[in-house]
């Protein structure tokens, strides 16, 4: 199994409400990502997890809230969004944080905050 | 921060014919990777570059490692339909764990 899995596929939100984005992997990776791609720029990295352990918080504002509740298992938790938050958000895995780990990319949830 | 020059922005171009993309950074890198984005889906990734100088290839697909490891450019032959997408290149920094993409190239190609 060499998949990232992702979803919802797709997520219409308002901006009181509260949703989760779930991401899954049965590679045996030990790093996770979350990224944010906004229409024709690239991927943006903002959180990584390294051992179910939150490494890197790229600034990211609090209402995304990421939770790794096991190896497999990546979340992220949205609260009171803005509708510039809208985006592609893509989940990622690599075996670890080394400096040359390739990212196995999930297909993203693209988002939209009304 | 670190930041990777991708060109060209876009390519328009004729089934058949062999596309050149590159990648330049002020900055060195470890690794430079290139990955393939099409509607919808995550990236993908198409080659993996470790060393200075290397050249890999993937099916039609070639990449090279910069030697000064400041630059990688890919190469397709014989480009067909499905290559249409967005191919980014990416490098992972020294020192570090982030990997900084670049900003794109999207490639439509006319049958």
């Known amino acids: 199994d060499t998949e990232v899995t992702q979803t919802p596929k797709h997520l219409v939100m308002g901006m009181t409400n509260k949703k989760s984005l779930k991401c899954e992997q049965h590679m045996g990776h030990r790093a996770m990502y979350w990224y944010k791609q906004k229409a024709k720029k690239p991927p943006e990295l903002m959180f990584v997890?390294?051992?179910?352990?939150?490494?890197i918080n790229e600034s990211v504002p609090s209402r995304f809230s990421p939770e790794c509740p096991n190896s497999s298992l990546l979340n992220l938790h949205l609260h009171a969004l803005q509708p510039e938050d809208s985006a592609l958000y893509l989940c990622?895995?690599?075996?670890?944080?080394?400096?040359?780990?390739?990212?196995?990319f999930g297909s993203g949830t693209q988002l939209s905050v009304l | 921060g670190q930041q990777l020059n991708q060109s060209p922005q876009s390519m328009f171009i004729q089934e058949g014919e062999d596309v050149s993309m590159n990648c330049t950074s002020s900055?060195?890198?470890?690794?430079w990777l290139w990955y393939k984005q099409d509607p919808g889906e995550g990236p993908v990734l198409l080659i993996a570059?470790?060393?200075?100088?290397e050249l890999t290839s993937n099916g039609r697909l070639t990449a090279q490692f910069g030697i000064t490891r400041k630059d990688s450019f890919l190469n397709i032959s014989a480009s067909i339909p499905s290559d249409v997408g967005i191919y980014f290149c990416?490098?992972?920094?020294?020192?570090?764990?982030?990997?900084?993409f670049g900003a794109g190239t999207r490639l439509f190609v006319k049958a």
């Open positions: 997890y390294s051992y179910e352990k939150l490494s």
């Open positions: 900055s060195i890198f470890n690794t």
């Open positions: 990622a895995s690599s075996q670890g944080v080394q400096t040359n780990e390739k990212l196995f």
């Open positions: 570059l470790y060393k200075a100088g």
């Open positions: 990416a490098g992972i920094n020294t020192g570090g764990f982030k990997t900084i």
